[in-house]
């Protein structure tokens, strides 16, 4: 069984920066596709980040240019480099993943592992 936690969230003032990470357990060689998402109470689910592995990694356009997904060599953990953070970035934060690749990898898709999420807020 997949198992995916995340780290990394805090408290930060407009264009600061933080680093999340979401280490991932079990058989994380057979993940193709993870990513990052983020949740703000009472608001839709957004898909932030995603790797498709060896095709491309896709971003929104609300972050573009700011913030940076990348993994350990080993597959075993991925990251999310946020820089010039703003007060709209404030969110849950969560990790996710599934085993299906190609088209069904995307911001919008149905991901099947999620870890618990790790919150940051961005103060102004």
């Known amino acids: 069984q997949v198992k995916l936690m995340e780290s990394g969230g805090g408290e930060v003032q407009t264009g600061g920066s933080l680093r999340l990470s979401c280490a991932a357990s079990?058989?994380?060689?057979?993940?193709?596709?993870m990513g990052w998402f983020r949740q703000v109470p009472g608001k839709y689910l957004e898909g932030v980040a995603i790797l498709n592995r060896n095709i491309n990694t896709q971003y929104a356009k609300s972050i573009e240019g700011r913030f940076t997904l990348s993994e350990c060599d080993d597959k075993n953990t991925l990251y999310l480099k946020m820089n010039d953070l703003k007060p709209e970035d404030t969110a849950m934060y969560y990790c996710?993943?599934?085993?299906?690749?190609?088209?069904?990898?995307?911001?919008?898709?149905?991901?099947?592992?999620w870890g618990e999420g790790t919150q940051v807020n961005v103060s102004s």
């Open positions: 079990g058989y994380p060689y057979s993940l193709s596709c």
């Open positions: 996710a993943a599934t085993i299906r690749g190609g088209s069904e990898c995307r911001l919008t898709g149905d991901m099947d592992y």
